[in-house]
């Protein structure tokens, strides 16, 4: 710590300090040389002389709101100048990220100290500050920090529970020897939004850092353990062994038919709404169902009273989102929204091409009472791809989607709260070949609440109701006796479908130990056929040692028939042959290194029954056939993943994700593997800050090739090598790099260099090559 003043004469110092040391050495030798009798007669010996410098202390605790729309681990690192009456003359951020800096730095202003002092008497004191940022649960509870520990509060009695508000907390720190010259780092950490056991989390800070994301909190999604590309770039992807089309996509709640634009092109949710991202990969909580995979789930950030915004333009499309409070802060209201003109781009360079695409999201909230908020939300997406020849256009791919979902949110008390939502959704797809519009038209309300009865148990459940519509155009000239359209009307027929489910959980908190069991009830009803889905859900994280825990999964998931991918308005529509099932488990260990990194290692183990996974099987018999067919099957899928991350918003951040898995089907006799199965799936990524508002950073992605095995033509299926030849390899490597200018505590801009796939490498999928799938990017980004 750098102390202003009057410095005393060097001499002095010397003097002083030769005076202790001689003392101490005399007190030794009488100590060596005394007998015992009088050694055990010897009075306890002096304490050292307090130092003359006392740096300041920090009077009560650092509070420091968690950002919105920033939820992710950070760390920020202030300069602070503390007068002589122990105010908070100036802070400035020497380390960190926005809007972790500008918010810690505004923070800091109001905190108060007790003053430095040299021999006594109150100088001004320059110290280094450091706020750690960290979505993770709290430490458990610590003895209170010893009083000579200066500046350091101790973590609050309920450290071990996540806190919305972001309540900040320390740990207290071990015993350090007198400060030295120099600047002194006092560690103040705030707790945002908690990941729950088995998930992995991203979030948008954090993303925004991540070549070759594009700063979407979705396409961070191929990168985590357990999820295996279809192809690079590509926005379908298995997760442990399931299909995509059996991966389940949420925002706040609310189903979402797919997450990108078409033509490689961005999510459909802009990424300044999007709070964080958590990917569970299996053995979910009992909140989520009807999907037999994954499930996906976003949360949007809280909505601010502050004029905000941001936007940005790049070579294919622009976005921009503002959000302002009004009613004297009862309300708020957003707007978003994202459009391509590569139509434009293309008519210099393709001009029979067409490829289009837009998104749009409006968000108004008012409080009725402090405890009460209504809510209406929409959002929606459009896609387009078509082609003119001689003179005729035809939509080669069509869709898209929108919903309204409005709810009221009503906080009984801390711990208790409750949800009541009614969501429609209209979702189209043009079908190419046929051509006709595919639509489902759909209605749902839900009911959830959690209720924390102790500090131990908290208690939350939920039932909601689900119709969907189904319709289609005739296809315009079609022969009623036409293979293709009996096969298309039996797999898609016009109809209603209602799905009902009722869920609830128990989370346990103990000492060292939490535990969620839980169970979800859901009734089918498709026609004139119905079924039923019990799922059991388990889930615990116990701790092994000091920041080792072991991390626990298992879960049945229910799921009607599924297409091949998700499309909006496109459904199997039949219950006659069962519901998909699949039993998930994990097992893994969680260990906390030093320099904030953690170390994740999972083994899993999914079987899937009764699977309607046509593409993964597409390799037996006619493949066209196969991808419009319900051919069902049995299957497994077992692994290891391997997670090591360091938050890429630090200094030097990044990660490596590795998958070591097995993916396999089984159809009557025979037995092989998906399709789409990989061995090995690893991910790198580096981010550095260079200084200067300089950020590089670049990832590497690379997987062994799927089979090899071609499906045959032939009307007699040929039997299936379960030890097929696969494709070669693949590998590709992303780069980013920003410089950011900061016009004022909340405004700046930056200029953004991406490109996914700098190699221009291609993939080899069934013996074809395919690409170079790149994407460039450059793009300039605001934000106030």
Do not use: C
């Amino acid at each position: 710590m750098s102390v202003a003043g009057p410095t005393p004469p060097h001499g002095t110092s010397i003097d002083r300090r030769v005076l202790r040391k001689l003392a101490a050495a005399i007190s030794s030798t009488a100590l060596l040389l005394g007998a015992p009798a009088l050694r055990a007669q010897q009075p306890p010996p002096a304490q050292a002389q307090p130092p003359s410098i006392v740096p300041p202390r920090l009077i009560g605790s650092a509070q420091v709101t968690y950002p919105n729309g920033a939820t992710g681990e950070a760390s920020v690192v202030l300069f602070l100048t503390i007068g002589q009456d122990g105010a908070v003359k100036d802070s400035k951020p020497v380390e960190g990220e926005e809007p972790f800096t500008s918010t810690a730095a505004a923070a800091a202003l109001s905190w108060r100290f007790e003053p430095a002092t040299r021999d006594g008497k109150p100088v001004t004191a320059r110290i280094r500050f450091l706020i750690k940022f960290t979505p993770p649960a709290p430490p458990e509870p610590e003895p209170p920090a010893p009083e000579a520990d200066a500046g350091v509060p101790a973590p609050p009695a309920d450290a071990g529970a996540p806190s919305d508000a972001g309540a900040p907390s320390t740990p207290p720190a071990a015993e350090k020897p007198p400060p030295a010259a120099g600047p002194k780092s006092i560690d103040v950490t705030v707790y945002g939004r908690r990941a729950p056991p088995g998930a992995v989390s991203f979030g948008r800070a954090e993303v925004r850092q991540l070549p070759g994301a594009f700063g979407d909190p979705f396409r961070a999604i191929e990168a985590m353990p357990g999820v295996t590309p279809i192809v690079s770039g590509i926005p379908y992807f298995y997760v442990r062994g399931a299909p995509p089309g059996n991966i389940g996509y949420y925002l706040d709640g609310v189903r979402v038919p797919y997450l990108y634009h078409v033509g490689l092109g961005p999510s459909v949710i802009h990424p300044g709404l999007v709070d964080r991202v958590d990917l569970y990969p299996g053995g979910y909580p009992a909140q989520f169902g009807r999907f037999a995979g994954g499930i996906v789930a976003a949360e949007t950030a809280a909505p601010r009273t502050d004029p905000h915004g941001e936007g940005n333009i790049r070579l294919f499309d622009l976005g921009a989102l503002v959000e302002s409070g009004f009613a004297n802060g009862k309300g708020t209201a957003l707007l978003a929204g994202r459009y391509s003109y590569t139509a434009a781009i293309l008519s210099l360079i393709a001009k029979n091409t067409k490829l289009d695409y837009r998104d749009y999201e409006a968000r108004v909230t008012y409080d009725l009472t402090p405890r009460d908020r209504v809510t209406l939300f929409s959002f929606g997406a459009y896609d387009l791809i078509g082609q003119t020849e001689n003179g005729i256009y035809n939509t080669l791919f069509g869709s898209e989607f929108y919903r309204l979902d409005s709810r009221w949110d009503h906080q009984f008390a801390p711990g208790s709260a409750m949800r009541a939502a009614v969501t429609l959704g209209i979702d189209q797809t043009r079908v190419p070949g046929q051509p006709r519009n595919q639509r489902d038209r759909m209605l749902q309300a839900r009911l959830e609440g959690t209720h924390a009865f102790t500090d131990v148990t908290t208690v939350r459940g939920g039932a909601d109701i689900t119709v969907d519509q189904f319709r289609a155009d005739t296809r315009p000239f079609a022969d009623p006796e036409d293979p293709d359209t009996i096969r298309f009307n039996g797999l898609f027929p016009a109809r209603d479908d209602v799905a009902t489910g009722a869920w609830g959980d128990v989370v346990f908190k103990l000492p060292g130990v939490e535990v969620t069991p839980g169970v979800r009830v859901d009734l089918y009803k498709s026609g004139a056929a119905s079924a039923v889905g019990i799922d059991p859900r388990i889930s615990s994280k116990i701790k092994l040692a000091n920041r080792v825990h072991m991390i626990h999964a298992l879960g049945i998931a229910h799921q009607p028939p599924s297409f091949i991918i998700p499309v909006p308005g496109l459904a199997i529509g039949s219950l006659q042959g069962g519901l998909q099932r699949s039993l998930q488990s994990s097992a893994g260990v969680e260990v906390e290194l030093p320099e904030s990194i953690t170390a994740t290692v999972t083994v899993f183990d999914n079987v899937f029954l009764n699977m309607s996974d046509t593409l993964g099987v597409a390799q037996r018999g006619n493949r066209g056939e196969a991808l419009l067919g319900e051919k069902r099957s049995l299957g497994s899928a077992k692994g290891l993943e391997v997670y090591i991350r360091r938050r890429l918003t630090s200094r030097l951040g990044g990660y490596v994700s590795y998958t070591l898995s097995r993916s396999t089907r089984s159809v009557g006799t025979e037995h092989f593997p998906s399709l789409f199965d990989r061995t090995h799936v690893a991910n790198a990524a580096l981010s550095y800050n260079l200084g200067r508002n300089w950020r590089a950073g670049t990832r590497f992605t690379f997987y062994t090739g799927a089979p090899s095995q071609r499906a045959g033509n032939s009307l007699i299926p040929q039997p299936i090598d379960p030890h097929p030849p696969r494709d070669p390899a693949f590998y590709r490597v992303d780069i980013r790099l920003e410089k950011r200018w900061i016009l004022s505590k909340t405004a700046w801009w930056a200029f953004v260099f991406e490109v996914l796939n700098t190699t221009l490498h291609k993939e080899t999928l069934l013996g074809r090559s395919i690409g170079p799938v790149t994407i460039p990017s450059i793009g300039l980004e605001a934000g106030f």
